[in-house]
């Protein structure tokens, strides 16, 4: 019986460690920003606070900010550069009202983001894996880039390229597009990407898919095999 118990004991242990598994840093937090770590009490995130995997983050209003440095060992090792004594492999800022989830806690090492709500921007160190971003009516996979997203209840998920490649594929099925550095691309809900389109046809200095303008601009591409 005892010996039930402490192997009991270990694996609880285990579990508990996987859960809080570490993959980044607020390095900018403006107020209110609330964490919710699975299993764990909620709490308002403050700069310098340990980002843990499958922690999920509630940004209040619309002067809210967050900025996190990500761990190589969540986005891999490549081209980790040191920051404060860690690899750091990139960033993810997100800016107003949001809510995410920061990495998939009951798959350990699996690089992925969900954003259900709100505007964020994910940059990538050249020759890092990429990064699966999840949100209700698209998967991102984003490589080694430079990318926007505008998550909208109303709209759907709107993504906008800067550097790099995003290969966007809608969650109802078809092909995926691959977008390009300096194009944009709109998953409406229930529906497919549209066209790449140049980010010229965008109305500055906002991004918002509300000013959106044309969603034909350019043939799709599909993705390099």
Do not use: C
């Amino acid at each position: 019986m005892r010996r039930v118990t402490v192997v009991l004991l270990a694996l609880g242990l285990l579990g508990t460690s996987a859960a809080a598994e570490e993959i980044g840093i607020a390095m900018l937090v403006r107020p209110e920003v609330r964490g919710f770590p699975p299993g764990k009490p909620a709490r308002d995130l403050v700069a310098r606070d340990p980002i843990e995997r499958g922690l999920r983050v509630l940004l209040t209003r619309r002067e809210a900010f967050l900025q996190v440095y990500l761990n190589r060992e969540f986005g891999g090792n490549q081209a980790a550069r040191n920051f404060d004594g860690r690899k750091i492999s990139g960033v993810l800022t997100l800016v107003g009202a949001g809510d995410a989830e920061l990495g998939d806690h009951e798959r350990s090492h699996a690089p992925k983001l969900r954003f259900n709500r709100g505007k964020f921007k994910l940059s990538l160190l050249p020759g890092e894996p990429p990064i699966d971003v999840d949100t209700p009516e698209a998967v991102s996979g984003v490589h080694g880039t430079d990318a926007g997203f505008l998550v909208d209840p109303e709209v759907g998920t709107f993504v906008r390229v800067y550097e790099g490649v995003v290969t966007v594929r809608a969650k109802v099925g078809g092909d995926p597009v691959e977008v390009e550095a300096g194009q944009w691309v709109l998953v409406p809900h229930g529906g497919r990407p549209t066209r790449p389109a140049p980010m010229k046809h965008l109305d500055e200095p906002d991004d918002s898919p509300f000013r959106l303008s044309d969603f034909t601009t350019q043939p799709a591409a599909r993705p390099h095999r």
